[in-house]
């Protein structure tokens, strides 16, 4: 079955400070991943789209890579902001089966004073 | 430009009663899908429609309806609600390659 592996499940850091998230998956063929920014109690947002043959994307503070050859991914944040608290969901959509994306479970961040 | 939107944003439903969950989108967009989510677990794809008039299951349709009569709406039937129904439920929808828009979300408790 196709998987998306997100770590860590939750991650708690300074204003101002750097993080790094990672997705590891297992969908093959596919051909996009993306990045979403979910706040509490509202709808994912898309930060960032790559497909399999890009290996990095930026969105103002935030960047992604992609290593397709690992199946990993990761979404640099840069000088967090208290706004930056949100969960962060990889997805990755299988090649032929745009309907059917597959979700991690997400990263909860948290960024404090 | 209102993009996804849903309603009702919270419900509360005793077992055995259904409703109808709304979503309307104003983009013109061909593909809309309903997601559930629910604590530890990623999104789950309940149903989606490549169009209007078309409509096809996910992975975890059991319990839900849909409908696709025009572009604009794609609205979520619960038939006979159950606990195991208590979720957030996301209505998506996107055109081509573009990322998916998402609604605001139910939060629905069946009790």
């Known amino acids: 079955k196709n998987q998306v592996e997100q770590s860590p499940q939750s991650l708690i850091i300074l204003e101002g400070k750097n993080c790094t998230l990672q997705?590891?998956?297992?969908?093959?063929?596919?051909?996009?991943l993306r990045w979403y920014k979910q706040d509490t109690g509202r709808g994912p947002v898309s930060l960032t789209i790559?497909?399999?043959?890009?290996n990095t994307k930026s969105n103002g503070r935030y960047t992604a890579t992609l290593d397709a050859d690992t199946k990993q991914s990761s979404l640099h944040i840069t000088a967090s902001q208290l706004s930056d608290s949100a969960s962060y969901i990889c997805?990755?959509?299988?090649?032929?089966?745009?309907?059917?994306?597959?979700f991690g479970t997400g990263t909860r961040l948290q960024v404090t004073l | 430009n209102a993009g996804v939107t849903q309603t009702p944003k919270f419900q509360v439903l005793k077992t055995g009663q259904s409703m109808t969950l709304q979503c309307a989108q104003d983009?013109?967009?061909?593909?809309m899908s309903w997601y559930r989510q629910d604590p530890g677990m990623g999104l789950r794809l309940i149903h989606y429609?490549?169009?209007?008039?078309?409509?096809d299951q996910g992975e975890v349709p059991n319990g839900y309806n849909v409908s696709r009569s025009t572009t604009e709406d794609f609205p979520l039937r619960l038939l006979s609600a159950a606990p195991s129904q208590t979720s957030v439920y996301f209505c998506?929808?996107?055109?081509?390659?573009?990322?998916?828009?998402f609604g605001s979300g139910t939060r629905l408790t069946v009790v």
């Open positions: 429609s490549v169009g209007a008039g078309i409509t």
């Open positions: 997805v990755v959509t299988p090649t032929g089966t745009a309907s059917k994306l597959t």
């Open positions: 983009m013109n967009h061909e593909y």
């Open positions: 997705c590891n998956y297992t969908v093959s063929p596919f051909s996009n």
């Open positions: 790559m497909t399999f043959s890009e």
């Open positions: 998506a929808s996107s055109q081509g390659e573009s990322g998916y828009t």
